[in-house]
C-alpha cells in the first residue's frame, strides 16, 4: 500500500480514536436531552428513557428532576428511586441541591439530573450543575440530563441578540462535546405556545408575561433552528469520525488552523465565542491570542481580561500570551509561528482609516492569511486607536505633577528671559518634558509638552503675553518644539513602560531558575518540598502546604513537615478531593470555594503525586502572569518529586535484584552441599540392604527407614534446585515428540512404590497424537502432582490419571477421590513455599511450584480445582506442537 493511499489509515487517527475509546471505558456515559426552550419535553422523554433503562435492569436513581408541577410528569417518577436532596443553609433560607456525595456513595448505573446549566448554592461542593455531573461521570456513573440551547457558552450571545435576553448561566462547550449522545427534543412553536395557554409550561400568569416577551413566534423558531442546526453539525462530525475509524476515504479534518486575538474589551467575550462557532464548524484548532504591552491595565480592565482568557480556556482555546508594542506584529508572529490560516479580530468603532488602524495594518501585513472582522455590540475594541496615539490611562495626580512641574519651570526661568534669550530657554523646557517621562506616564509627558509650547509662546516668545508670532522662524521653531518634544516624551515614557515590563519578565525568570536551581540540587522528597515551600513564599509571598502521594498511589493522612500552614479536616478533604479529580479547587475557584487555601494538583505518569495548597494573605487571587509563573512553578515542583519517588523507586529495585541474587547463590550452594552427604547415605543403605538378610528383620527395618528418609531428602533437595533453575532462567526445554501414553506409564513405574496403597486408573485416548515437549521435565511434573496427591489427599484411595486433545492443546489432569483443598487455598497452592493450614509435617510447598514453572516453560498452563463428587483435580493443558511430517515407505 502506497503512502499517497487514500484508504490508507492515519496512524495519528487511530491513536487518538484508541485514547478516545479508553477514556470512554474510565468515565461514565452523557446522554443530553436538548431542547430551543423550557416546555418542549426534556423532563418528559428523559424520565421515558430512564424506565426503559430500568426495565432492563439497569439501577435508575433520580438525582435532581424538577418537574414544574406538571401532573403527566411527575408520574413518570413513581417507581423510581428518588434521592433525597441535601439542604444548604443561606442567608436564613433552606435551598435544595443535589446530593453527590450519597450519588458517589451508592454508585447506581444511571443517574438523572435535569437542569444541566443551573448555578447551585452558596456553600455546595461545586458553583456549577454540570461540574456535579462532570465529577459523577468521573466515577464510571451513566447520566442523563437536559439542557436548553440558550445555555450553551458559544451561542449565549446569539440568543441575547434574538431575544434580548441576557442568558446568565451558561455552561462550557466542552460539556456537550464530551456527551455520547445528544437526543434533540423538538416541538413546533406553535405547539409549544399552545401549551403555554393551556398553563402546562407555567402558571396562567407567568405563562402570558412569558408569551409576550420569550416565548414570541420568531424567537422560538431562531431557538429551534439554532438547536436543529447544532445537532446537525454534531452528527456531521460524528459521521466523520466513523468513516474515518472505517477508513472508508472520508472528508478528513481541515487544515485549517484559527487565530482570534483578545484584549481586556468587554466585545472580546463575543469575539471568543465567535471563534469557537468558527472552529467547531470548520472541525480546525484554535488559538486565543493575547499580546501583553508595556501600559498597565487598570484593575477593571485586569479583571475583564483574566475572565476572558478563562472563558476561552472554558470554550477549547488554546491560550498564548506574547509581550509586544505593536500588536500587529504580535498578533502576525504568532500566527506565523503557530501556522495559523485564518485570524478574526473585533471590529474597531468609528471611521475606519486604512493603514491607520490595527485592522488596517493587519489586513495589509498578513499576506496569504485570512482576516475576519466580527463587529460588536458594546464599546470600541481596546487597542483600535490609530497607532500613533498613546492610551491615556494614567490618573488625575499625573496630570497635575505634569502641569505643576511645567509651569514651575517656566516660572523660574522667566526672571532669566533676557540674559538666557528664548531660544535657549526653550532648551531648558525641552529638557524638563524629557526627564517628565522617567516618572510620569505618555498621556501626562503629552501635556507637560503641550503646556510648555505655550508657555514658551506666550511668556519669552516676542511679542510675549500674546499668542502671536512675529518671525516665520519662530513659528517653525515653535511647531518644530512640540513635535520634538511630544515625540521625545512620549518615546522615552514607552521605553520606560517596556523598561518596567522587561524587569518584570527578568524577576520572573529569575524566580523560576532559582527554583529550578534549588530542585536540581535537592537529594530527597524532603528537600524538594523545601525548596518548594521556601520559593513560593519568596516569589508570591504565599504561605505553603505540600501532600504527598503515598507508594501505594495513596494521599499521605498528614501533611509534610516542611509546609508552612497547617491544614484541619475540612482544609485535607478539599486537598484529597483535588488529589482524586487532578483538578483545583478550593479559594478562587468554582469548586468548594470556601475552603481558606486553593489546592493545586501535581500529576505524575502513573498516578498523582500530590497536592499543593496556596494560602494567599490578600483577597485577590493571583494576577494572570503570577497564574502563568505559578503554573510553571508547579510544572518544576511535580517533575522533582517525579525524579526522586523513581530515583527512591530505583533504590529499592537494586536492593532486591540484590537480595535476590544472594538469595539464589545461596540457595543454589546449599542445595549442592545438600545432595553430597545424601548421595552417601543412599548409597550407605543400598550397601545395607544386601545384607539385611543376614542380619535379620530388625536391621531390614532400619535399612528402609534409611532409604525413606534419603529420598525424602534427595526428593527435597531436587526441589530445591529445580526451583534456583527457573527463578535463574537457567531452565532449558529440550523439546521431542513425545507419547503422553508412555510418559504416563513411566511416571507411574517409577511411584510404584510410593504408590503401593492406591488404585490407579489411567485413561489415555487412543486418538491423542504425540505432543512436542520436554519428557523428562513433565515426568518430574506429574511426580510432583502424583506425590502431592499421596501426601496431602486426606482419605483418599485412588488417583486417576486421564489425557486426550481439545483443539490445539493436550488435556492432561490428576486427580483424588479425597476431602479436596480448602476453597480459600485453591488459589494459593501454586505459590511458592505454600502449604496448607493443616498440611502434615514434612515438605517445602515448593513441588506444585515448580509444576507450574515446567508447564509455563511449554506455554501451558496448569489450574487446580475440586471435583463435585468429592477430591482435588489438576488439569495441565499443554500445546500439541507441530505435527511431524508423515513418511510412507514405498
Known amino acids: 500500500m502506497t503512502s499517497g493511499d487514500p484508504y490508507r489509515p492515519d496512524p495519528d487517527h487511530l491513536l487518538d480514536s484508541l485514547r478516545r475509546d479508553e477514556e470512554r471505558g474510565r468515565h461514565g456515559r452523557l446522554k443530553v436531552f436538548l431542547g430551543m426552550c423550557a416546555g418542549v419535553g426534556k423532563t418528559y422523554d428523559m424520565l421515558m ?76 461542593r461545586h458553583m456549577r450543575r454540570h461540574q456535579d455531573v462532570t465529577e459523577i461521570l468521573d466515577a464510571g456513573i451513566d447520566v442523563y440530563t437536559t439542557l436548553n440551547i440558550q445555555h450553551l457558552e458559544s451561542r449565549a450571545d446569539t440568543v441575547a441578540q434574538i431575544t434580548g435576553v441576557v442568558i446568565r448561566e451558561t455552561i462550557p462547550d466542552s460539556v456537550l462535546e464530551r456527551a455520547d449522545a445528544v437526543e434533540i427534543v423538538d416541538l413546533p412553536p406553535e405547539e409549544l405556545l399552545k401549551r403555554l395557554a393551556e398553563g402546562k409550561v407555567y402558571a396562567p400568569e407567568r405563562s402570558r408575561e412569558a408569551m409576550r416577551h420569550f416565548f414570541r413566534t420568531s424567537n422560538l423558531t431562531a431557538l429551534r433552528e439554532m438547536a436543529l442546526r447544532l445537532v446537525a453539525e454534531r452528527v456531521d462530525h460524528q459521521l466523520q469520525d466513523l468513516m474515518k475509524d472505517r477508513h472508508a476515504g472520508g472528508t478528513v479534518k481541515s487544515g485549517q488552523r484559527i487565530l482570534v486575538g483578545i484584549s481586556s474589551s468587554p466585545n472580546s467575550a463575543r469575539l471568543i465565542r465567535w471563534a469557537r462557532r468558527t472552529a467547531y464548524a470548520m472541525d480546525a484548532p484554535w488559538i486565543a491570542v493575547y499580546v501583553e504591552r508595556s501600559r498597565p491595565l487598570t484593575a477593571e ?117 533676557d540674559m538666557l534669550g528664548y531660544q535657549s530657554i526653550s532648551l531648558f523646557l525641552l529638557l524638563t518634558v524629557v526627564l517628565l517621562p522617567l516618572a510620569l506616564d505618555a498621556g501626562p509627558v503629552l501635556l507637560a509638552a503641550a503646556l510648555s509650547a505655550v508657555l514658551w509662546n506666550y511668556f519669552f516668545i516676542p511679542p510675549t503675553f500674546t499668542f502671536a508670532i512675529g518671525l516665520l522662524q519662530d513659528v517653525l521653531m515653535l511647531g518644530l518644539y512640540f513635535c520634538v518634544a511630544a515625540v521625545t516624551g512620549v518615546l522615552t515614557a514607552r521605553i520606560r513602560a517596556r523598561e518596567k515590563a522587561v524587569r518584570l519578565r527578568e524577576r520572573h525568570a529569575t524566580a523560576l531558575f ?37 507508594a501505594d498511589g495513596d494521599i ?17 478533604g478539599v486537598a484529597a478531593w483535588v488529589y482524586w479529580n487532578e483538578r483545583k479547587a478550593g479559594r478562587f475557584t468554582d469548586t468548594l470555594p470556601s475552603s481558606g487555601a486553593t489546592y493545586h494538583p501535581l500529576s505524575g505518569p502513573r498516578y498523582p503525586l500530590g497536592v499543593i495548597g496556596v494560602h494567599i494573605p490578600t483577597k485577590e487571587p493571583f494576577t494572570f502572569d503570577q497564574d502563568a509563573l505559578f503554573q510553571a512553578f508547579l510544572g518544576q515542583i511535580a517533575s522533582a518529586f517525579e525524579r526522586e519517588q523513581l530515583h527512591d523507586l530505583t533504590r529499592k529495585t537494586l536492593v532486591v535484584a540484590e537480595s535476590e541474587r544472594l538469595y539464589r547463590t545461596l540457595f543454589d550452594t546449599l542445595s549442592h552441599e545438600f545432595r553430597t552427604p545424601v548421595a552417601a547415605i543412599m548409597g550407605a543403605a543400598d550397601q545395607l540392604d544386601q545384607r539385611a538378610v543376614l542380619g535379620g528383620p530388625r536391621l531390614a527395618e532400619i535399612v528402609e527407614e534409611i532409604r525413606e528418609g534419603a529420598d525424602r ?96 492443546d493436550c488435556l492432561l489432569t490428576v486427580s483424588d477421590n479425597g476431602k479436596g483443598i480448602p476453597p480459600v487455598e485453591v488459589d494459593r497452592v501454586f505459590q511458592k513455599f505454600f502449604r496448607g493450614k493443616d498440611t502434615r509435617a514434612g515438605g517445602t510447598g515448593l513441588g506444585l511450584s515448580i509444576v507450574q514453572g515446567i508447564v509455563l516453560a511449554h506455554g501451558g498452563t496448569v489450574t487446580c480445582a475440586n471435583r463435585a463428587d468429592g477430591g482435588a483435580q489438576f488439569t495441565l493443558r499443554l500445546p500439541l506442537g507441530t505435527p511431524p511430517p508423515t513418511v510412507q515407505l514405498t
Request: aromatic residues 4%; charged residues 25%; contains cysteine.
Open 514 to 550: 532559582s527554583l529550578t536551581k534549588e530542585l536540581s540540587v535537592a537529594r530527597s522528597q524532603d528537600e524538594v518540598a523545601r525548596a518548594a515551600v521556601e520559593s513560593i513564599r519568596h516569589t508570591f509571598g504565599a504561605e505553603t502546604v505540600v501532600l504527598l502521594s503515598q
Open 49 to 124: 428513557a430512564a424506565r426503559e433503562a430500568q426495565a432492563k435492569g439497569i439501577t435508575v436513581l433520580v438525582g435532581y428532576v424538577e418537574t414544574h408541577g406538571r401532573r403527566e410528569t411527575e408520574a413518570l417518577l413513581d417507581g423510581l428511586d428518588i434521592l433525597p436532596r441535601k439542604v444548604i443553609e443561606y442567608r436564613e433560607r433552606a435551598l435544595e441541591e443535589m446530593d453527590v456525595d450519597e450519588i458517589l456513595r451508592r454508585r447506581p448505573g444511571l443517574v438523572l439530573v435535569d437542569e444541566l446549566a443551573h448555578t447551585n448554592a452558596p456553600g455546595s
Open 556 to 572: 499521605f493522612t498528614e501533611a509534610h513537615p516542611a509546609s508552612s500552614f497547617a491544614v484541619d479536616q475540612k482544609e485535607f
Open 301 to 417: 480592565a485586569r479583571e475583564r481580561l483574566e475572565s476572558n482568557i478563562k472563558l476561552a480556556r472554558e470554550l477549547g482555546a488554546e491560550v498564548v500570551t506574547t509581550a509586544d508594542e505593536d500588536l500587529v506584529e504580535g498578533l502576525l508572529r504568532i500566527a506565523h509561528d503557530r501556522r495559523v490560516t485564518q485570524i478574526l479580530i473585533g471590529k474597531p468603532a468609528g471611521t475606519f482609516h486604512p493603514g491607520g488602524t490595527i485592522l488596517g495594518r493587519l489586513i495589509k501585513q498578513s499576506g496569504d492569511l485570512d482576516i475576519y472582522v466580527v463587529g460588536g455590540s458594546g464599546p470600541a475594541q481596546a487597542g483600535t486607536s490609530p497607532v500613533w496615539l498613546p492610551e491615556v490611562r494614567s490618573g488625575i495626580k499625573q496630570y497635575l505633577i505634569a502641569a505643576a512641574v511645567t509651569i514651575a519651570t517656566a516660572m523660574a526661568l522667566y526672571p532669566l528671559r
Open 713 to 808: 531428602l534427595n526428593t527435597l533437595v531436587q526441589n530445591l534446585l529445580d526451583m534456583t533453575r527457573l527463578e535463574s532462567g537457567l531452565l532449558k526445554i529440550r523439546t521431542s515428540w513425545c507419547d503422553v501414553s508412555d510418559l504416563v506409564g513411566t511416571t507411574v513405574r517409577k511411584l510404584d512404590e510410593v504408590l503401593r496403597h492406591f488404585d490407579i486408573h489411567i485413561a489415555v485416548s487412543g486418538s491423542l497424537p504425540l505432543i512436542q515437549a520436554d519428557q523428562g521435565l513433565l515426568e518430574q511434573a506429574l511426580v510432583n502432582i502424583i506425590r502431592n496427591a499421596v501426601v496431602h489427599a486426606e482419605g483418599a484411595t485412588a488417583i486417576t490419571i486421564e489425557a486426550h486433545a481439545e483443539g490445539s
